[in-house]
């Protein structure tokens, strides 16, 4: 089998993308003494003309070769102009992409390493299904998996510096960054850091008390703090929550949202479809448990707290230890409790601490 020109990776994850194509470039360039003969071009384009531009770069980096005789290795990095985006549309975009297939399958690998790296891209374009085949392809997708990635991320992160992490942090802090593979990985690093090297711990308490909320997470931890069933902890989150927020709506939903979850994981826990055990919820068990269900839930693959098919096996793992815990009848109490609390703010808008604090009061004593 002959050997593909060059090395294309992609992905919906551009922190992802980018680090796997580091880790290409790096491993191609150890062996090489000339500076020249390593060279990356900035793939990113916002119009017709910077992708001309761009991909001139390319071609003359390609075509030039090194000074000493050596080995070059070329990077078109963090390519944009691939997605499914106005510039990536135009007919201009097109025609380039076109014309640079035969330029991509005329390249020298005893001569020149070549990497792509885009994200993201567009699957139905025919450059995308050119590429696949003609290049040493790699496509990197989180998707539902995005927790599982996270959880590898900090484990690495923490494995280099020697620090050891729960398995309690590790869900945490996924919950902090919401998901961000970019952020999981910079806090990670932080929190080593605090943490100290060779030997260090981190724990739940840590991530909480130095991880912000990033983006949706805004409500992470007084949801974690109340399905822990902790009063304590979930009136000290609703202190820090209303500190800087007035509205008590976005908070009262994501409690909703979890619970809706935990009633469906308490009824299949019930029924005896799935089991919790130490390590959480099986994935042959949520598989079997969705086809025997299918009927009630449909073919949907979009993330729903409707539907807990579509949620990551880690994450509803997470979740079993409450839903271990709480019987369904007050799963159910938690429900209308929320719901009260959503009147309570309408008749009491000023008020609207002091009844998340009764609702929890109420809930958890």
Sequence with gaps: MSKKPFTFICGDDDYLVSEKGKQWFTEQTHDLADDLSKEVVDGRAGNLSEVEQALGF???????????????????????????????????????????????????????????????????????????????????????????????????????????????????LIGKVNGNTRLVVEETIKLCTYAGADGGFIDERLVMDLVPNFGDAEFFEAADAFFSLNLAWTLESLRRHFFTNNDARGLLGSLQSRNRLLIQLRVLLDSGAIKIGNRGIGKTDIEKAAERYRQHFGQATEKSNLNIFTQNPWYLGRLGATAKKVPLKKLVDFQIAFATAFEAIIERPNEQESVCREMAVKCLS
């Design 58 to 172: 390319f071609r003359s980096a390609v075509q030039t070769l090194s000074m000493f005789g050596e080995r070059k290795v070329v990077w078109l990095k963090n390519v944009s102009f691939m997605a499914d985006s106005v510039t990536g549309r135009a007919q201009g975009t097109v025609d380039l992409l076109d014309d640079l297939k035969s330029f991509l399958e005329g390249i020298d690998t005893d001569l020149v390493g070549v990497l792509i790296t885009a994200q993201p891209i567009d699957k139905r374009r025919s450059f995308y299904k050119w590429i696949q085949k003609t290049s040493d392809f790699t496509i990197l997708e989180s998707g539902k998996d995005t927790a599982d990635t996270c959880a590898r991320l900090i484990l690495d992160a923490c494995a280099q510096a020697n620090v050891k992490i729960s398995r309690e942090g590790i869900q945490a």
